[in-house]
């Protein structure tokens, strides 16, 4: 599986984005989709995951009401809609696809990430 994650961009404090991350394959609808980000200088953390059917999803505490994780098994694509955008949420996001949850030792393939900068 290959990702691509695109949607990055500069935004002030309370705008929002929407990251995708299109997938290649014809498994997507199986792997569980997560996104993580990277500030700098501080290791990578869980925003939100996304089971294979779209049914169940889990978020971070610091995104929960925020962000909303959604995908289309037909377009092979993951989506991150952020909105009431904060400085704080500025890093790279990536996108994952595994089989697990939380952790990112759980996923086995990465997308290369897309920068996301909040100003205040």
């Known amino acids: 599986v290959q990702l691509q994650a695109s949607g990055g961009g500069l935004v002030q404090a309370g705008g929002s984005l929407r990251l995708s991350c299109a997938a290649s394959g014809r498994t997507f609808s199986s792997y569980t989709m997560g996104w993580f980000r990277q500030a700098p200088g501080k290791e990578r953390k869980f925003v939100a995951v996304?089971?294979?059917?779209?049914?169940?999803?889990y978020y971070a505490e610091s995104v929960k009401g925020r962000f909303t994780i959604s995908r289309d098994n037909a377009k092979n694509t993951v989506y991150l809609q952020m909105n009431s955008l904060k400085p704080e949420d500025t890093a790279v996001y990536y996108c994952?696809?595994?089989?697990?949850?939380?952790?990112?030792?759980?996923?086995?393939?990465w997308g290369q990430g897309t920068q996301v900068t909040v100003s205040s």
């Open positions: 994952a696809a595994g089989w697990g949850a939380r952790r990112s030792d759980e996923y086995d393939y």
């Open positions: 996304i089971r294979g059917s779209g049914g169940s999803t």
